[in-house]
């Protein structure tokens, strides 16, 4: 798989808009990136944008709204991703 630098170089290309990046680091919080190899890397609009959406995660895996033709292990990934970010950004007292 691609790593959290990868990602943000095509994305810096253009290939990808902030939305989706931002949903790939949501989700991949929840299966194979840990928040802190990519947090500290990513540009503050990518970090502003998964702040939006993980300062209050959703409290059920069924109350995500995720794009057309996403699969349940995706949406598990993204709702795991998002409470393994608000854990990161909001409860860590360092």
């Given amino acids: 798989m691609r790593t959290p630098e990868d990602l943000l170089r095509l994305y810096k290309k253009g290939i990808y808009t902030e939305g989706e990046v931002a949903t790939v680091f949501i989700t991949s919080a929840g299966s194979e990136w840990l928040?802190?190899?990519?947090?500290?890397?990513?540009?503050?609009?990518?970090?502003?944008?998964?702040?939006d959406h993980v300062i209050s995660p959703?409290?059920?895996?069924?109350?995500?709204?995720?794009?057309?033709?996403?699969?349940?292990?995706?949406?598990?990934?993204?709702?795991?991703?998002?409470?393994?970010?608000?854990?990161?950004?909001?409860?860590?007292?360092?």
């Fill in 35 to 51: 928040p802190e190899q990519f947090i500290p890397i990513l540009p503050p609009e990518i970090l502003k944008y998964i702040d």
């Fill in 58 to 94: 959703p409290q059920f895996v069924e109350a995500i709204e995720f794009y057309h033709g996403s699969t349940a292990p995706q949406r598990l990934n993204w709702f795991n991703g998002a409470w393994n970010l608000h854990r990161y950004l909001y409860c860590n007292a360092d």
